[in-house]
């Protein structure tokens, strides 16, 4: 079989700490923009009141990380500029990280002038406005950070970036979340979100002292979502992402409503999905790393994923046999552990695409397959609601135990028709 060739050209790297430092600060960033857009601003404006229907529209701030596939190439085009040795992800990911400041900074001054009548339509429509460029913004920056990784980083690294991809993200959400409803709280939120603006400011700063090496060839390719999909192993990690992830899609939006139907109280719930979600997410996502440092990536990631279907089985199992006066403890435990099985499957997957990535055109690849795992959360999401509205919340899990031990298999021996390095 044609596999589609990496064309590696990517002899000049800058070392595994020195990307990992520069970058984690990135997606932190990212992450904290996104949590304050869909969940910590719209808690402010139903405590005073708010429509509902406009709190519903926020879910449209995911629309840019959904698509973004579609401009990926003309960001690439502008990263790796045709016939030129210079690579400039540096200079968009700082001009972006910049437009995140100044458009918080802007949220900022909107409420700081609205704060005798706060969040009324006018003003909550002009920050749905700002944040929804926010949105566009970090979902941008998304594809010019996760370039720069695949250009500098090789083997192992590849299990670090993504260390600092998903465990930035934890720190993003506490960030985004309770730590900025704590500022608001005790100055109010055009100074908790001035304050994050700054925080941004410095998380940016480790990459400002970065130099970008130059590519070892001009390279004369033009990026594009045809070249990507043309490449066996693009077509590969789109089937990979799919397939593995599909299982557990199905039971992710259901583990809060699981533990409310078994008596577990809001407050406790809050601080399971809180600290508890956060904790064992940062366990996991270091976890991720150690198991491909140590096992390789291939052999990391069906480690994962064999883990990912053992727990939903567990969880399965617990709800059909586990005495009721018990499971309600053992359904916690078995959360918290599956948060950390998710976070370090979830770094052993992205790190294998990255892998799969041409290096000509990485941001367009890998923002495919991110775009392809945003696709199949929202359908097999619905599909779990369906599934354990009418059978039973202990056949859903199953059911994804099933899938993804099945798919796991699967795309291992479809791995099987691949060369070594790929």
Known sequence: MRV???????????????????????????????????????????????????????????????????????????????????????????GGQTALVLLLLLAALSGYLNRSHPFQTTEIIWLFALFMMAGLVAATIDIACDGFCVDQLA?????????????????????????????????????????????????????????????????????????????????????????????????????????????????????LLGGGSIAAGAAGTLGGGLLIHYWGLWRALWIAYTLQGVMLSLVALNLWLAPSDITLGLLMGLTVAQFMVTACALVCVYSVLMRLSSSLQAGVDFTLFQCADAGIAILTGSVGGMIAQQFGYAACFLAAACLTVLMTLAVAMRRRDFPAGI
């Open 155 to 271: 083997g192992s690294g590849y299990g670090w970036g993504n260390v600092a991809q998903v465990g930035g993200s934890y720190v993003g959400m506490m960030l985004g979340g309770g730590v900025f409803l704590l500022l608001t709280g005790r100055y109010g939120w055009p100074a908790a979100a001035m304050l994050l603006a700054l925080m941004i400011l410095a998380l940016t700063a480790p990459l400002w002292r970065v130099r970008e090496p130059d590519r070892p060839d001009n390279a004369c390719h033009r990026p594009s979502l045809r070249y990507a999909l043309t490449r066996d192993a693009t077509r590969f990690g789109l089937l990979l992402i799919v397939c593995l992830n599909a299982g557990l899609r199905v039971v992710m939006p259901l583990s809060a409503p699981l533990l409310l139907d078994h008596g577990l109280s809001m407050t406790s719930l809050g601080w």
């Open 4 to 94: 589609g060739q990496r064309h590696d050209l990517k002899e000049n790297r800058l070392t595994t700490g020195g990307v990992v430092f520069a970058i984690v600060g990135i997606y932190v960033a990212q992450t904290l923009v996104s949590t304050l857009a869909m969940q910590s601003i719209p808690a402010l404006v139903r405590s005073t009141g708010g429509s509902l229907t406009l709190i519903g529209a926020t879910t449209l701030f995911m629309l840019p990380w959904a698509l973004k596939f579609i401009w990926a190439p003309l960001i690439e085009r502008r990263r790796l500029p045709i016939g030129l040795a210079r690579r400039r992800s540096r200079s968009l990911i700082l």
